[in-house]
């Protein structure tokens, strides 16, 4: 292997892999809109006025149109109330799919509630009211519960945690019998993601803000996922030599040399650990434009479980 000044890791371009789906999703809207005059719908709800929220949705919607799946803007004001919210979710529960757009009729195959909602409303509530069927964020307590089980299968498979996987088999890495740290446990990406490389019968250790000796565990990894919501937590020194990381952390950090204030770090020390793991993902650039991709495969499956009987 080369000495460690002069190793440098292979970076996974996850705007071009994301992209090459896109590509791959535009093909089949297209088709099944010429073979059966449908095309899928999304419905994206949004509460209130955070800042990153509306900026990720607006990423959700445009990826929408740019492959042909047809997006449904549902903003909502923050004071609303959990029952109305609820009874929101079944209206799109019970839409009956006859939107005609330019010929085709659209299918209204997933809702996307956007996290997190204002304190006052209860998450798990809303989220357990959202059809299974068109539960394109794989949220949804039962399925959540089949991807914790063996030999069970969930309709949707949660996006960024998908999105982590695809990257690494997209990138040759293989997980079965490896040993995978994932760093974090929120219920968005670390839980799900450690039960979808369990699932891929890689050995797994989650690594909490409560774990002694974080770092020791970190290092013995094959594949670190980290989703920690850190800046720059994970050093160079922490990382085995060739390890796989895939680091899912978007965070803000100071940076007055920028126009807007501020940049955008992951949960990784990216040059050190350049220096050391075999393929690492950037961020920006890395997982985040997975999530959209996967969120936009959900629902073009979710689609097709309706269309093609
Ligand atoms: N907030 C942060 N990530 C996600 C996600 O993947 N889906 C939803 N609905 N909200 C989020």
Redesign the pocket.
Known sequence: MASQSEHKATVIDGKLIAQTIRSEIAEEVRQLSEKYGKVPGLAVVIVGNRKD?QS?VGMKRKACAEVGIQSFDMDLPEQISEAELVSKVHELNANPDVHVFEQSIVILAGI?????LPKHINEEKVLSEISLAKDV?G?HPLNIGKLAMKDREPLFQ???PKGCLELLHRSGVSIKGKRAVVVGRSN?VGLPVSLLLLKADATVTVVHSRSNDQESIIREADIIIAAAGQPMMIKGSWIKPGAAVIDVGTNAVDDPSRKTGYRLVGDVDFNEACKIAGCITPVPGGVGPM?VAMLLKNTLEGAKRVIVQ
Not at 112 to 116: A, C, K
């Open positions: 929220s990720y996307l509630v956007q996290l997190p964020d949220f949660p996006c960024t968005i999530t």
